[in-house]
């Protein structure tokens, strides 16, 4: 594979897959808001109840605004699914003027960079990454970006970050997309989170956990200010969280449009798309 197709993959996976990776929270609840429906609940109790329901959702659809360390003002929209697995997210970085388009379909992640991007590959617009086909060498390519396992990542599982704060508090009720809400914040370190992991029950739920710690960890970020935004039907609707990392301030907003919908992600065209395992593998040859 020539370096440039390399730098490219690098370089658009990074500034794509970094919000990907990090988008956070629960998902969102399509009933209308019938007040506090705990008006005695504490607040982290009602936090922890919201992150709880995240572990039911199989799919959702959201969209996302803020700065990444490193990459600046970033902004998209995706939908995902759990069961099956499949993700199709679009977003645009302001720093680099790209706008990339990521697919997951089962093991695979696809990655379009745009016309720049096709240039370098032959004319086609869309980068296979195969983690089952590339072995060792997919490690290489995300060792400073995104494997596609972190694609895969469920947003939802973030939700569980704010259980871990000591000081959950309870700011007001406000109207977030025409929903009414309850507004919740708190500040969590990565060693609250940490944590407040071990104690979970669920064991792919504490793996899942663990994992954003190591991420925020290789951000440079160690404390998280986090607000949630929880509906009538104790689902979240809006996440905010912010931290200071080594290359810049994180703060991103995720807005949850529904969820448990159908997801539907195509394949691209065998013609529009570059194995990066078969190119790998030409130049082994």
Known sequence: MGSSVRRATRRRAMGAGLAALFVAAGAVGCSKFAGDRSPDMA?????AKAAKKTEDITSLRYRMAG???????????????????????RMS???????????VVGKALYMNGGAEAAKEMGGKSWLKLDTSALGGAASDLSANSMSAAEAEKNPASEAASLTGAKDVKKVGTET?????????????????VKAAAAKGDDKAARERREKSVEQYAKMGVDALTMDMW???????KRFRMRGEGDKGPLDMTITFLDLNQPVTVTTPPAKDTTDL???MKDARG
């Open 43 to 47: 607040p982290a109790a009602a936090v």
């Open 67 to 89: 700065e990444m360390p490193g990459e600046g003002t970033i902004e998209g929209e995706a939908a995902m699914s759990t069961k099956p697995q499949a993700l199709s997210m």
């Open 93 to 103: 970085s302001a720093k680099s003027g790209d706008t990339v388009e990521l697919r």
């Open 176 to 192: 977030v997309d025409g929903v009414r809400t309850t507004h919740y914040a708190g500040k969590v370190t990565l060693a609250d």
């Open 230 to 236: 929880v509906d009538g039907d104790d689902h979240t």
């Open 277 to 279: 395992a078969q190119l």
